[in-house]
């Protein structure tokens, strides 16, 4: 399952849209026994990478609503959820998300980028953005692997 629905989960269960770094990784690792104490810490830094958490004011902060993410009764993340992705992994993770059947998607991402001569970020970004998936913040991530930033 995804990142997010990972990331939801320590929101859903307190009943709150901020959590400390502690309570959010107690949360995954002590209270749901998902991950390592510091397997935890790493889903931190994979959300704020992803955009999927900011920092305010000490806090973790989710910039989606935990509260409209379908969580299964049964859910249990996989080891993926910690490793960082690319650009393309994360607009092509968004764009399978929405219904778009994955090998579907990536020969019209491989079409794109040989049409257009893009970079197969942007070839990503521009599929997404056709299929009417939002990916403003992969959008910037993709632009900075363009720009070798």
């Keep these: 399952m995804s990142l997010e629905t990972t990331v939801a989960v320590p929101f859903r269960q307190e009943g709150r849209d901020r959590l400390g770094d502690g309570?959010?990784?107690?949360?995954?690792?002590?209270?749901?026994?998902?991950?390592?104490?510091?397997?935890?810490?790493?889903?931190?830094?994979?959300?704020?990478?992803?955009g999927l958490l900011e920092r305010e004011d000490g806090d973790l902060v989710a910039t989606f609503d935990p509260d409209g993410v379908d969580v299964p009764e049964e859910f249990s993340p996989d080891a993926d959820v910690l490793r960082e992705q690319s650009a393309f992994e994360q607009v092509l993770d968004r764009v399978t998300d929405a219904g778009v059947e994955?090998?579907?998607?990536?020969?019209?991402?491989?079409?794109?980028?040989?049409?257009l001569g893009l970079t197969i970020e942007a070839a990503a970004v521009v599929y997404a953005r056709r299929e009417g998936v939002d990916v403003r913040d992969a959008a910037g991530a993709a632009r900075n692997s363009v720009l070798g930033e």
């Design 23 to 50: 309570e959010f990784v107690v949360a995954l690792s002590l209270d749901r026994d998902w991950f390592s104490p510091d397997q935890a810490k790493r889903v931190v830094d994979v959300a704020l990478g992803r």
């Design 102 to 115: 994955k090998q579907a998607a990536v020969a019209g991402i491989n079409e794109l980028q040989r049409e």
